[in-house]
T-cell receptor, first 116, second 113 residues
Framework: GAVVSQHPSRVICKSGTSVKIECRSL??????MFWYRQFPKQSLMLMAT?????????EQGVEKDKFLINHASLTLSTLTVTSAHPEDSSFYIC????????????FGQGTRLTVV | AQSVSQHNHHVILSEAASLELGCNYS??????LFWYVQYPGQHLQLLLK??????LVKGIKGFEAEFIKSKFSFNLRKPSVQWSDTAEYFC???????????FGTGTRLKVLA
């Protein structure tokens, strides 16, 4: 149990368009989901914490209007990169906490976004 | 601010060699500590975790880690690595009360057959 699925795994989009990435907890309810961004040879940087039914909490320096996060249900959170630019190209990973499993986080497989 | 540092960015070992990957964190309060592994093309997976109790933690696939509070360290070890251990390893800290996980930069391990 505790599977987190992220879709799509890879996406290429044109500069100026928007891209939506989905993160689903398949076999548990996730009241809290996290979105990370990973640059090559760097750590996973937390972008925002998403709580079901409320606004996401963004980390300092992350543009909330550019990276729209919606956590509409206990099993789904989405990240929309709006008006994407080449510098937004990166690897985006979501994770979810499962109630009753302490602080262990479960990760999606990540999404490689390339903006051309 | 809290941070996690992993000292080795790339490690190359021959099979059967011993492994130790360093991890240090900066936070004076209660932390939960994790090592995650990412095999090529796969999810991040939990190797082991420390919440409290015995500071020597055993995980899957023969890995273990030792929490040394005085050194703010949580180093990962394996006595004899295998080719299949080739992966990227991340140390992470969960900071109590913030719901945040802070990751190190990762260590790429390559094991030569």
């Amino acid at each position: 149990g505790a599977v987190v699925s992220q879709h799509p795994s890879r996406v290429i989009c044109k500069s100026g368009t928007s891209v939506k990435i989905e993160c689903r907890s398949l076999d548990f309810q996730a009241t809290t989901m996290f979105w990370y961004r990973q640059f090559p040879k760097q750590s996973l940087m937390l972008m925002a914490t998403s709580n079901e039914g409320s606004k996401a909490t963004y980390e300092q320096g992350v543009e909330k209007d550019k990276f729209l996060i919606n956590h509409a249900s206990l099993t789904l959170s989405t990240l929309t990169v709006t008006s994407a630019h080449p510098e937004d190209s990166s690897f985006y990973i979501c994770s979810a906490r499962r109630e009753g499993r302490g602080t262990e986080a479960f990760f999606g497989q990540g999404t490689r976004l390339t903006v051309v | 601010a809290q941070s996690v540092s992993q000292h080795n960015h790339h490690v190359i070992l021959s099979e059967a060699a011993s492994l130790e990957l360093g991890c240090n964190y900066s936070y004076g309060g209660t932390v939960n500590l994790f090592w995650y592994v990412q095999y090529p093309g796969q999810h991040l997976q939990l190797l082991l975790k420390y919440f409290s109790g015995d500071p020597l933690v055993k995980g899957i696939k023969g890995f273990e880690a030792e929490f040394i509070k005085s050194k703010f360290s949580f180093n990962l070890r394996k006595p004899s690595v295998q080719w299949s251990d080739t992966a990227e390893y991340f140390c992470a800290v969960y900071v109590g009360g913030t719901y945040k996980y802070i990751f190190g930069t990762g260590t790429r391990l390559k094991v030569l057959a």
